[in-house]
């Protein structure tokens, strides 16, 4: 049974990378339309990766689909968020979306921490602390190899060092995890869509959003579910008229 499991593993993986390389070849001749058909049917087979969503991603773009651009993008930056070229064509496809929502800044101690962390991806943090564990282990063994006093102070000094560095970075790591596990991020996919109040379609309107944005969400109640702006705005928006990248 798991040679057969092997095999079906092995035929799924093959069909998705000739999947691949054909929408390649279709967006190159620039059929793009054809291009995402090839890259949404890999992403239905289960088999997906960044650079499937980053290539969807642009074959939606060059169809001027602001929501399935933007989506795709931010897809490809959740299962590699050191995509460089998924940052770019993200920030272009953004400039297509309508709404001009400013980020509410931070202020105080939440502003210093952020500032410090924010840079960083939770995997770039911890991938530090295993770097700086590494240094320490090397400066261990050439503190019990010194043969003089000096060297092994220098040695100790670099020890500390290293372990303060190792401490800092798994507190930035657990820190910018804590804060990502908050996030429930969603894409609006409606092209304009009224916000409620409240979760009740005979609510008062409290803003009007576009395709494109992003939202938060917090909370679900039947088939409205609670978002939250990057500059606080709090309202209810019906499930169907956005779609959650986790």
């Known amino acids: 049974m798991k040679n057969l499991a092997y095999i079906l593993l092995?035929?799924?993986?093959?069909?998705?990378?000739?999947?691949?390389?054909?929408?390649?070849?279709?967006y190159r001749k620039g059929d793009y339309t054809a291009a995402a058909k090839e890259y949404e049917?890999?992403?239905?087979?289960?088999?997906?990766?960044?650079?499937?969503?980053?290539?969807?991603?642009?074959?939606?773009?060059?169809?001027?689909?602001?929501?399935?651009a933007i989506y795709n993008f931010e897809k490809a930056l959740l299962l590699n968020p050191g995509y460089k070229d998924a940052e770019v064509n993200l920030a272009f496809a953004n400039k297509m979306v309508i709404d001009d929502i400013k980020a509410t800044p931070k202020?105080?101690?939440?502003?210093?921490?952020?500032?410090?962390?924010?840079?960083y991806h939770y995997d770039t943090w911890a991938w530090m602390a295993v770097s700086f564990s590494v240094f320490f282990l090397l400066l261990f063994i050439g503190y019990y190899l010194a043969g003089t006093t000096v060297l092994k102070r220098i040695f100790f000094v670099g020890m500390f060092v290293a372990l303060l560095g190792i401490v800092l970075n798994i507190i930035a790591a657990v820190y910018v995890k804590s804060q990502d596990?908050?996030?429930?991020?969603?894409?609006?996919?409606?092209?304009?869509?009224?916000?409620?109040?409240?979760?009740?379609?005979?609510?008062?309107?409290?803003?009007?959003?576009?395709?494109?944005?992003?939202?938060?969400?917090?909370?679900?109640?039947?088939?409205?579910?609670k978002i939250v702006l990057a500059d606080d705005s709090v309202g209810w928006i019906e499930a169907n008229a956005i779609k959650e990248l986790k």
């Open 41 to 68: 049917g890999i992403l239905k087979q289960g088999e997906e990766s960044a650079e499937v969503y980053f290539n969807l991603g642009n074959a939606y773009y060059k169809l001027d689909k602001v929501a399935p």
């Open 10 to 26: 092995f035929l799924t993986q093959l069909l998705a990378a000739q999947s691949f390389d054909k929408g390649n070849a279709l």
């Open 107 to 119: 202020v105080g101690f939440s502003k210093i921490v952020h500032n410090l962390t924010g840079s």
């Open 181 to 225: 596990s908050r996030q429930n991020p969603a894409i609006v996919y409606a092209e304009v869509v009224s916000v409620k109040g409240e979760p009740n379609a005979k609510s008062q309107d409290a803003f009007i959003l576009h395709e494109g944005t992003k939202v938060n969400v917090t909370e679900t109640v039947d088939n409205w579910k």
